[in-house]
């Protein structure tokens, strides 16, 4: 029998209930001085374009900085063997961006590009968490994964004529033990690395900046246009990777925007489980609102956001950016279809970092997130960067049926049951 009650925070352990305003416990202090922080790099203090380029340079040196990125000349690639698929070929390599470590990655390269020695642009791709590389790359994973579909990005890229690389988060698939959940193995490789004084953003950065200087000299790399693309927790690595360096022309973020600060002080109604604390970035509170102001500082280079987010002090933020450089053309802002209609989003005017007694859901709800449909978006990304890099619309109609085919296969499997996905699944005791 299970003694174990499930225990709930509410607004309540988050108050002070002193006439001294003083907290008595240590949960309601950190949350409170948290919450009154006023950061010192947010767009909000930038009040013209000439002011832009200098901030953005304090943003970017203060991220490296908070990031605690290790620096390590360029490391060695290997590629280990190459595979014919329909279209394009699949190169395994792996490379040691330190002593001890070897971190793998696929690359996918269209046949007539290899036949022709072109250069063409590419695209590295992160992915959502519990997903691998070979997810991203169409291949069959063998890891747990509900719908793999769902992270297909190198693999739709590559169709589309791009040069893709398919790379993990650290501690994930591949990267992962054996037999372990790979959530249990993040938890423990996050400890590990904060005691060696680093962070996980920072460790997963420092290798997407060396992939980067690995496409720039490829030979069939266009090494001026070069994007990074996203889902989920893979959001992060693209999105500090972009921040960081100029080479990279184009982002593709398949997530919502959100400022984690204001889901931190927001939601206080929440089941006490253990934070999965892969995104965080000590310090960065001091200074910036993680997503929205980082994502601001990559105007005016082209973005797509896939998922939308919250308005007030978010996506406004980045609207705003792009406006006051004269290039909102640059920013392609989508939202889930559920929130297409600006009618439906009604929560416009509310300030989530000055809210409180939100649920996780109630979050959600607020930053216009249909959990349901969270996902590449090929009918997006695929258009949008043909557009931008080889300088046409996508004129495939073979590609676009299978894109406009994919969208119902989506809908498909994120309605159905485990039972039809698996059928050989054994029932969970």
Same mark, same amino acid.
């Not at 992962?176 to 193995?185: F, H, K, N, R, V």
């Given at each position: 029998?299970?003694? %174990?009650?499930k225990s709930f925070?509410?607004a309540?352990?988050?108050k002070?209930?002193?006439p001294d305003?003083?907290f008595?416990r240590? *949960?309601?202090f950190i949350y409170e001085? *948290?919450?009154?922080?006023?950061p010192?790099?947010?767009?909000?203090r930038?009040?013209s374009?000439? =002011?832009f380029p200098a901030?953005?340079?304090?943003?970017?040196?203060k991220?490296?900085?908070?990031l +605690? %990125?290790?620096?390590?000349?360029?490391?060695?690639?290997?590629?280990?063997?190459?595979?014919? +698929?329909d279209g394009y070929?699949?190169f395994?390599? =792996?490379?040691y961006? #330190?002593d001890?470590?070897?971190?793998?990655?696929?690359m996918?390269?269209?046949e007539?590009v290899?036949?022709?020695?072109r250069k063409?642009?590419?695209?590295? /791709?992160n992915p959502?968490?519990?997903?691998?590389m070979k997810?991203l790359?169409?291949? $069959?994973d063998?890891?747990?994964?509900?719908? $793999?579909?769902r992270?297909?990005?190198?693999? !739709?890229?590559?169709k589309?004529?791009?040069?893709?690389?398919?790379?993990?988060? $650290?501690a994930t698939a591949e990267?992962?033990e054996?037999?372990?959940?790979?959530?249990?193995?993040?938890l423990r490789f996050?400890?590990?690395? %904060?005691?060696?004084g680093r962070t /996980?953003?920072?460790?997963i950065?420092?290798?997407?900046l %060396?992939?980067?200087e690995?496409?720039?000299?490829h030979p069939?790399v266009?090494?001026g246009?070069l994007a /990074?693309s996203?889902?989920?927790?893979?959001c992060?690595g693209?999105?500090?990777?972009?921040v960081?360096?100029?080479d990279v022309?184009?982002m593709?973020y398949?997530d919502?925007?959100c400022d984690?600060?204001a889901? *931190?002080?927001?939601v206080?109604?929440f089941?006490?489980?253990p934070?999965?604390?892969?995104?965080f970035?000590?310090?960065?509170?001091? !200074?910036f609102?993680?997503?929205?102001?980082?994502?601001a500082?990559i105007a005016?280079?082209?973005?797509l956001?896939?998922?939308?987010?919250?308005w007030k002090g978010n996506?406004?933020?980045?609207?705003?950016s792009y #406006?006051?450089?004269d290039?909102?053309?640059?920013l392609?802002?989508n939202?889930?279809?559920k929130?297409?209609d600006p009618?439906?989003?009604?929560y416009?005017?509310?300030d989530?970092?000055?809210t409180?007694?939100?649920?996780g859901?109630?979050?959600?709800?607020?930053?216009?997130v249909?959990?349901?449909?969270?996902?590449?978006?090929?009918?997006?990304?695929?258009?949008?960067?043909?557009?931008?890099?080889?300088?046409?619309?996508c004129g495939?109609?073979a590609?676009?049926a299978?894109?406009?085919a994919?969208?119902s296969?989506?809908?498909?499997?994120?309605n159905?049951?485990?039972?039809?996905?698996?059928p050989?699944?054994?029932?969970q005791?």
């Amino acid at each position: 029998m299970n003694f %174990m009650k499930k225990s709930f925070f509410t607004a309540e352990n988050f108050k002070s209930a002193r006439p001294d305003g003083r907290f008595d416990r240590s *949960l309601g202090f950190i949350y409170e001085s *948290l919450r009154r922080k006023e950061p010192k790099l947010s767009f909000d203090r930038v009040s013209s374009a000439a =002011e832009f380029p200098a901030w953005r340079e304090r943003v970017r040196e203060k991220l490296r900085e908070l990031l +605690r %990125m290790v620096p390590h000349p360029q490391p060695e690639f290997v590629l280990l063997k190459e595979e014919k +698929r329909d279209g394009y070929r699949l190169f395994h390599y =792996e490379f040691y961006p #330190e002593d001890l470590l070897a971190v793998p990655f696929l690359m996918l390269i269209p046949e007539d590009v290899i036949a022709g020695g072109r250069k063409v642009p590419a695209v590295i /791709c992160n992915p959502g968490s519990g997903a691998g590389m070979k997810s991203l790359a169409g291949e $069959p994973d063998t890891r747990p994964n509900r719908y $793999p579909g769902r992270n297909r990005q190198a693999w !739709w890229y590559v169709k589309a004529g791009f040069i893709a690389v398919a790379i993990e988060n $650290p501690a994930t698939a591949e990267n992962s033990e054996p037999g372990i959940p790979y959530g249990l193995t993040q938890l423990r490789f996050l400890s590990l690395l %904060m005691k060696a004084g680093r962070t /996980c953003q920072g460790f997963i950065t420092e290798q997407r900046l %060396m992939v980067l200087e690995f496409l720039k000299k490829h030979p069939l790399v266009d090494p001026g246009k070069l994007a /990074c693309s996203g889902l989920s927790l893979g959001c992060g690595g693209i999105l500090y990777t972009t921040v960081l360096s100029d080479d990279v022309r184009a982002m593709i973020y398949n997530d919502f925007v959100c400022d984690g600060d204001a889901r *931190l002080f927001s939601v206080t109604e929440f089941p006490a489980d253990p934070v999965m604390a892969a995104g965080f970035i000590p310090g960065a509170s001091d !200074w910036f609102a993680i997503q929205p102001d980082l994502t601001a500082s990559i105007a005016p280079r082209p973005m797509l956001l896939a998922e939308g987010g919250a308005w007030k002090g978010n996506i406004e933020k980045i609207v705003r950016s792009y #406006e006051m450089l004269d290039a909102r053309e640059n920013l392609s802002l989508n939202y889930y279809k559920k929130y297409a209609d600006p009618a439906s989003r009604k929560y416009d005017s509310v300030d989530l970092r000055k809210t409180t007694g939100l649920t996780g859901e109630d979050y959600l709800d607020y930053s216009y997130v249909d959990v349901s449909q969270h996902s590449f978006h090929p009918e997006l990304a695929i258009p949008w960067l043909t557009k931008l890099f080889f300088g046409k619309e996508c004129g495939d109609p073979a590609l676009s049926a299978e894109i406009e085919a994919s969208l119902s296969e989506k809908e498909h499997f994120f309605n159905a049951d485990d039972e039809e996905i698996f059928p050989d699944k054994e029932p969970q005791k």
